[in-house]
């Protein structure tokens, strides 16, 4: 079974849209997310932003995007965070990563109100996820919650496997796959034994960012398998962190492209009205 990304971002986006026009009047503004970027050289970003501007379009977010030059200062974006901070008609805040090396990432995400942080990168939404209380929830993470729950996917007792360690992806979605009962082992680059380790797992997450990096050998048959990856391989063509033979032996898979990416974006568009319900 294919596990269409597209369909489950289509109906999110479809209802983000009707929470916002049935609350619109009452709420007298229609929300807003700021997107700040910094550095205009990096295409899959460019990709991204892109991506998130035509889904608020698409369902009624006014955007507004401010690109910063790649070599501002961390007072210039802490200053942005600031202005953004303080203006009541922004609703959702989102600074695109990665950032220069020059910038201290962790300062930036802390920089953004808790209640406009639709990113959910900060520590309040973190801890939140990690205690499973309400709170703002990182949007690749949620996406694929929302994409297994839409295709009844049983999590409890299962061995999920977390290829990645990064604060973006792999730490939130252990907590949340923790949280509905799974088993949960995070692997990264200093694991031993990986593909020995990821032949005994149910579902296998893969978030490196290396083509095609898991093999059909490092698969059992039956496995489930979400892919994070978005990546060029050698001849140009877009491709994920799954080698295609992999999926033979998956009971079900989301493609690249058509998974996970528009997940991400289709939960961003709903942290967004989170966020605007509050304010
Ligand atoms: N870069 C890659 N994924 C994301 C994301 O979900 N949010 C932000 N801000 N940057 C990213």
New binding site residues.
């Given amino acids: 079974m294919i596990l269409a990304g597209k369909d489950v971002a289509s109906e999110m986006k479809r209802q983000a849209k009707t929470v916002i026009e049935s609350n619109l009047q009452r709420l007298g503004r229609a929300p807003k997310l700021a997107i700040i970027m910094v550095g205009e050289d990096n295409a899959a970003?460019q990709a991204?932003v892109r991506n998130k501007l035509k889904a608020c379009d698409e369902t009624g977010i006014i955007n507004e995007t401010i690109i910063l030059p790649q070599n501002c200062t961390q007072a210039d974006i802490l200053s942005k965070i600031k202005e953004l901070n303080q203006d009541k008609t922004t609703d959702g805040i989102?600074?695109?990563?990665?950032l220069p090396a020059h910038i201290n990432v962790a300062e930036v995400q802390e920089a953004i109100r808790p209640d406009k942080d639709v990113?959910g990168?900060g520590k309040e939404h973190m801890g939140a996820c990690w205690l499973n209380v309400p709170g703002i929830r990182?949007?690749?993470p949620a996406g694929i919650m929302a994409l297994l729950h839409y295709y009844d996917i049983p999590l409890a007792g299962k061995n999920c496997l977390i290829i990645g360690r990064s604060n973006?992806?792999a730490k939130p979605l252990a907590a949340m796959l923790l949280s509905e009962d799974a088993t949960v082992t995070i692997a990264h680059s200093k694991t031993k034994n990986l593909f020995t380790l990821s032949q005994t797992m149910d579902l296998i997450v893969v978030s490196v960012g290396k083509p095609e990096f898991l093999p059909p050998a490092a698969v059992k048959d039956g496995v489930i398998l979400i892919d994070v990856g978005i990546n060029r391989n050698e001849q140009g063509k877009l491709v994920g962190d799954v080698n295609h033979s992999c999926y033979d032996k998956a009971t079900a898979y989301t493609p690249v492209p058509g998974g996970v990416g528009l997940l991400?974006v289709a939960q961003?568009i709903c942290n967004c009205v989170q966020a605007w319900l509050t304010h």
């Fill in positions: 970003s991204y989102l600074v695109q990563l990665p990113d990168f990182p949007c690749t973006i992806v991400t961003l």
